[in-house]
T-cell receptor
């Protein structure tokens, strides 16, 4: 089972920031927080990941709370092409298995 | 395109036939993962392979399904004696395998069973 909880859906106006929350209250010290998105049944697209520090790349920012029990993915200027299902996943560092466990994600609908 | 390549993109088989799905990882990646997405459901992990070795097959059905990643050539997911319930999108991902390295996905193979 997925170790994360996300709202099933969110709306965002085009051009505004989209803030997608994720709860992972049982996260362990050796687990990263990963974000992927899936646009209309294409392959999942990697967005960003982090351990405990906030991270930023060309796609998004990831804010992780100090206790690491929750995080927020921020798309700074959402466009219509950002409409997708966004998955928050916790993944162990190292170990024999590197599998990703996908939950149901958040369907982000960017409105014009 | 240096991304993960999957072929075919669409595959149609009749019940009882065999399906072979191919995955070429990104350049420099030696770790391959297969996931399945049934209609209207989320992605489920099937198997994790490194070159010539199966590392984790905990998500593979016990019968009819097999996977390989030979020293040369693409990874192959093989489904024997397909049934209607095998209809799904099958996604392959690859990574360099190092700690803290993300998996990158291909665009999948849509398998339809008649």
């Amino acid at each position: 089972d997925a170790k994360t909880t996300q709202p099933p859906s969110m709306d965002c106006a085009e051009g505004r920031a989209a803030n997608l929350p994720c709860n992972h209250s049982t996260i362990s010290g050796n687990e990263y927080v990963y974000w992927y998105r899936q646009i209309h049944s294409q392959g999942p697209q990697y967005i960003i990941h982090g351990l405990k520090n906030n991270e930023t790349n060309e796609m998004a920012s990831l804010i992780i709370t100090e206790d690491r029990k929750s995080s927020t993915l921020i798309l700074p200027h959402a466009t219509l092409r950002d409409t997708a299902v966004y998955y928050c996943i916790v993944r162990s560092y190292g170990g024999a298995t590197n599998k990703l466990i996908f939950g149901t994600g958040t369907l982000l609908a960017v409105q014009p | 395109n240096a991304g993960v390549m999957q072929n075919p993109r669409h595959l149609v088989r009749r019940r009882g036939q065999e399906a072979r799905l191919r995955c070429s990882p990104m350049k420099g990646h030696s770790h391959v993962y297969w996931y399945r997405q049934l209609p209207e459901e989320g992605l489920k992990f099937m198997v994790y392979l490194q070159k010539e070795n199966i590392i984790d097959e905990s998500g593979m059905p016990k019968e009819r399904f097999s996977a390989e990643f030979p020293k040369e050539g693409p990874s192959i997911l093989r489904i024997q004696q397909v049934v209607r319930g095998d209809s799904a999108a099958y996604f392959c991902a690859s990574s360099s395998g190092g700690p803290n390295q993300p998996q990158h996905f291909g665009d999948g193979t849509r398998l339809s069973i008649l």
